[in-house]
């Protein structure tokens, strides 16, 4: 049931056990979703976009007596589009899969972990709208080549979640959230545009780092304008943490049980206790961290969202898993779930460092870095220059060659390599760990990854 605050969890069962019992299933359940959500996006202190919008959503499955499994989605919340949606999914189990049948999660009525995201008042549009006007107006003014402010966007939300089954498990969580995305653009005469933006998330708009978005931006775009071309060689790399991330979330499948038991990953059933990385890095997948403003206490199958061990000393030590993976596994799940009837996988919130009671790699002393080198600040075409099944990837980024200490922007290249030695070819994880929208990391320094410059 939607009332004006949202789902009702409550009503919401109720309503779907009596349609259940009346229409002979004794096994469904229930993932649902609605959302509230502002946002807002300016062109030169004019309004650009404004919208607000309501959204709500809900999938149901249902197992039939010879236990195959039939699923439907639908945004109707009403007492008819309920049962419209139970009736549809009773009637396409008939057509379920035989070879992949998921169950309930054994942990669906676990207790769950305590989650500290306070809910955050919501300004409205508004607000939103002079606050990025604001922004918009002093970022122009940092700089006399930053000419515009093409990307932008300034959003809040309200959302709340769900999830049912007929075996009494009842999950809900509520949650605030806010984004400001800043892209700015710098143009000089006879050179070629440059860009650069900055991201900040938060519970609430009023909470966000504004001023920090603003001198990120600003000082991306800046530090590309004397931008010279870069010889095409192989160097030693200096990821940034965000950069790293990108590239460890792009071979996730790596860690998805998923994806191994499709075999489009390029672990095996039997890589767990492999080495995989350098001895001294770990990388956990953390849902829960503080920093994770997105954190959920539960997956789509109702399983609680935990800490969780990826590599520990470079040896892989666990896969992401739902109800049907652990199963053929012979393991828990361990809350990485989607809510459908091929249920998917994927990963949450990745903390990367250096293992307890591991160096972090060859110690970089300050001639170390006066070495030449090249820091990669962005990873850019990621769904195109990456081959998850097969490891390779080459991407184009931005970044700058260091050449004793001083740093010349890369006017254009790409970095290539394979993510298996790149794992293996790690020197030195920093001792420093920031956090990003992305997860957790230090800046990673790599080994001999190929660099070709713009021809």
């Not at 775009?221 to 792009?250: D, K, R, W």
Request: with cysteine; aromatic share 6%.
């Amino acid at each position: 049931m939607a009332t004006n605050n949202g789902l009702n969890a409550s009503a919401l069962r109720d309503s779907l056990q009596k349609l259940a019992t009346r229409e002979g299933i004794s096994s469904w359940d229930l993932g649902a979703a609605c959302s509230d959500d502002c946002s807002v996006q300016v062109d030169r202190g004019e309004a650009k976009q404004l919208k607000a919008s309501q959204r709500s959503s809900i999938t149901v499955r249902v197992w039939n007596k010879d236990g195959l499994v039939g699923i439907t989605s639908t945004t109707d919340l009403s007492d008819a589009g309920l049962e419209q949606a139970l009736v549809g999914a009773h009637e396409a189990s008939r057509f379920g899969n035989p070879d992949d049948i998921p169950h309930f999660s054994p942990l669906a009525k676990a207790p769950l972990p305590e989650l500290n995201r306070p809910l955050q008042e919501r300004r409205g549009i508004l607000p939103l709208l002079e606050t990025l006007r604001e922004a918009e107006a002093d970022l122009l003014s940092r700089h006399p080549s930053i000419q515009t402010v093409p990307y932008n966007g300034l959003a809040e939300s309200l959302s709340q979640s769900l999830y049912l089954n007929s075996d009494g498990a009842l999950r809900e969580m509520e949650r605030t959230q806010a984004s400001l995305y800043l892209y700015a653009r710098a143009e000089e005469a006879g050179r070629k545009p440059r860009s650069g933006g900055a991201l900040r998330v938060g519970l609430g708009s009023a909470g966000l780092d504004i001023a920090g978005c603003i001198d990120e931006a600003v000082d991306r775009t800046v530090s590309h304008l004397a931008y010279q071309p870069i010889e095409t060689g192989t160097y030693n790399v200096c990821f940034t943490p965000e950069a790293f991330l990108s590239l460890i979330g792009a071979f996730s499948s790596i860690f998805n049980a998923r994806s191994v038991l499709d075999g489009v990953s390029l672990s095996k059933r039997e890589s767990i206790g492999e080495t995989l990385a350098v001895p001294f890095l770990s990388l956990h997948d953390d849902g829960l961290h503080p920093g994770h403003i997105s954190a959920a206490p539960f997956d789509g199958e109702g399983t609680p969202t935990k800490n969780l061990c990826l590599i520990n000393r470079g040896i892989l030590k666990s896969f992401l898993h739902s109800e049907a993976t652990a199963r053929a596994f012979d393991v828990q799940p361990t809350g990485h779930a989607g809510l459908g009837a091929k249920v998917s996988v994927g990963p949450d919130w990745f903390v990367l460092g250096t293992s307890e009671g591991c160096s972090s790699g060859n110690t970089l002393d300050q001639s170390n870095e006066k070495d030449t080198f090249v820091l990669i600040e962005d990873l850019s075409a990621l769904h195109a220059g990456v081959k998850a099944t097969q490891g390779s990837f080459s991407l184009p980024f931005d970044g700058w060659l260091v050449k004793g200490g001083e740093r010349i922007s890369v006017e254009a290249a790409t970095v290539a390599g394979d993510i298996r030695t790149v794992l293996n070819s790690i020197l030195h994880l920093e001792s420093n760990c920031e956090v990003t929208h992305r997860g957790i990391s230090p800046h990673v320094w790599v080994e001999g990854l190929s660099i070709t410059g713009e021809a």
